[in-house]
């Protein structure tokens, strides 16, 4: 979503890249995984590091603090 914002942008300006309103909605409200290929589209539509769209996995801290 900070993309979207950052570049004056709305959702229905990803329908390129994803094809549907409510596949573009599920992926900007964490419902759903970005694929690889969407991946390699959004970081050239954005001109960013594919880097930026995998999810960072929670380290021994966070998932000890979300236990307890």
Excluded: Y
Excluded at 38 to 48: G, P, R, S, T
Excluded at 56 to 61: N, R
């Amino acid at each position: 979503k900070g993309l979207l914002d950052l570049h004056g942008l709305k959702q229905k300006d990803l329908l390129p890249i994803f094809k549907t309103e409510s596949i573009v909605s599920a992926v900007l409200h964490r419902k759903r995984r970005l694929t690889a290929e969407q991946i390699n589209k959004l970081a050239d539509f954005f001109k960013v590091s594919q880097e930026l769209f995998f999810e960072s996995l929670p380290t021994t801290e966070t998932r000890k603090a979300q236990v307890t």
